[in-house]
């Protein structure tokens, strides 16, 4: 009785597939077991949006002066009071300050679209004194997959979607944190989010720290550094990248770039898919979907009712009313074949067009410092693949200053939490201007212990 209720109560959640049509009770590739499992992944979502009900939220409205605005342009900011911090940020710790923005950024063709980003600031300059501080270090954090609809945006999360993982941590460090929710999250833009678009990122990682100093530049240092993890180590990576590539004065006005920490980047999408393609079993199939539906608009030959199996298009209404967790419990226990009709789209000359102009893929110079981490026992952006690229960048350019931190036995999140310690002195040596290794080294830290957590992988 209980689980017809519960069936009953998702099935009226969901809505009709039509006006006269209910949607079925199970799906071809998802039985009821399965749907079941959606909606207790979906209402788990959903408590920790800060607007459960997206469209109620205007804040993400395309604003009227979006119309003759160029990249950025500030066009919407709203500092989070202290009543709607406590029913909608309830995951922001005490003495932070929350604001979010919408500003504009570029597409590919570089012609101004919107996005939108949140900012974190510290308590007091007056508690880090004893840095002499008369500005909060400046600080852009890259999140990584949050799922691929506009609502998944981490600036309508209550923790911000990474919370103590990353920005909270270094807001309560001391840094301003600015983070993106990347064109396309959040905002509504001309083709949707460009998911794994690290190029079209690092456009929106600069122009997001431009656009906030319109308003708090008085408290930021212009020496700046930017932070991902997964996607967001992608991003970072990129960003680096582009700020050193010509023609890049405007993204060049956010201020001195230092650097960059890249944790568990997912670089070269068609290495990563091809390695989850090449087996029989479970491909981790929402990322890919994902990619997919990224490119779809860009390339006529590449759209996912030519290359998605019918029973995959299926779910496609269910992925997009939700965000990574819910997408989990659609495809993640489908294979290659269940999902995609074929997988030579990733060899595909269009595909690989994309790869190049907008996921960025290299190697490309440096602009700055970098630190890469990465666990040894991830299983999401496989250690090999990446460290070919960072191989790549190396051969190509030696003089880089890069180093690799490879951590034994931690997977993609637990290694972000690992190597905290490490990568915020590598931060603080960036700002204090002491990291100037010109080469590039690869390190293995060791464990002091043998049993130490392993699977732990957000609070």
């Known amino acids: 009785m209980l689980f017809s209720l519960l069936l009953s109560l998702l099935l009226s959640a969901l809505g009709s597939a039509s006006s006269s049509t209910s949607r079925p009770d199970a799906y071809s590739l998802c039985d009821a077991q399965c749907l079941e499992a959606y909606q207790t992944s979906h209402n788990s979502e959903r408590k920790l949006w800060a607007t ?50 919408i500003y504009m950024t570029e597409d590919i063709d570089r012609k101004p679209i919107t996005a939108s980003a949140y900012i974190l600031l510290p ?31 981490p600036s309508n999360n ?43 990122h690092a456009a929106d990682v600069a122009y997001s720290v431009i656009a906030a100093r319109k308003v708090i530049g008085h408290l930021l240092t212009d020496e700046w550094a930017v932070v991902g993890h997964s996607e967001g180590g992608l991003t970072a990576w990129r960003t680096n990248e582009r700020l050193a590539m010509p023609n890049q004065d ?82 993640s226990k489908l294979t290659a074949k269940q999902v995609f009709t074929n997988t030579t789209w990733i060899d595909s000359p269009a595909f690989r067009d994309w790869e190049s102009r907008v996921n960025g893929a290299g190697p490309h110079a440096l602009a700055a410092p970098m630190l890469v981490v990465q666990g040894l026992d991830d299983q999401i952006t496989y250690t090999e693949e990446f460290t070919r690229d960072f191989k790549r960048t190396c051969d190509a350019f030696p003089e880089s200053s890069a180093e690799l931190l490879l951590v034994p036995e931690l997977g993609h999140d637990p290694a972000l939490y690992a190597a905290q310690p490490y990568y915020l002195a590598y931060i603080q040596r960036l700002f204090a201007g002491t990291c100037q290794q010109r080469r590039c080294s690869i390190r293995t830290i060791k464990p002091i212990t043998k049993h130490f957590q392993q699977y732990f992988v957000g609070y």
């Open 158 to 200: 209550q923790n911000l979607a990474y919370g103590w993982k990353a920005p909270i941590f270094f807001a309560n460090s001391g840094y301003a944190v600015i983070a993106t929710d990347y064109a396309g999250l959040g905002t509504q833009v001309p083709g949707g989010f460009r998911y794994e678009g690290g190029f079209l």
């Open 123 to 153: 308590y007091s300059l007056e508690i880090y004194g004893d840095l002499g501080a008369t500005r909060f270090r400046t600080l852009a954090w890259a999140h990584g997959t949050v799922g691929h609809s506009r609502q998944c945006a």
């Open 250 to 331: 405007e993204l060049l006005k956010a201020g001195t770039f230092l650097g960059a920490v890249s944790v568990a980047p997912a670089l070269r999408p068609s290495e990563l898919l091809r390695k989850a393609f090449a087996g029989d079993g479970p491909i981790y199939a929402p990322v890919s979907v994902y990619v997919m539906k990224s490119i779809q608009g860009l390339y006529p030959e590449l759209q996912i009712k030519d290359w998605l199996t019918p029973e995959a298009r299926e779910l496609m209404p269910l992925l997009e009313q939700s965000c990574l967790s819910a997408g989990l419990a659609l495809y």
């Open 52 to 101: 459960p009900n997206f469209s109620d939220d205007r804040f993400y409205d395309t604003p009227a002066n979006a119309t003759r605005a160029k990249p950025g342009d500030l066009l919407r900011w709203e500092d989070v009071s202290t009543e709607r911090m406590s029913t909608n940020f309830t995951g922001i710790p005490g003495g932070l300050s929350v604001s979010r923005m």
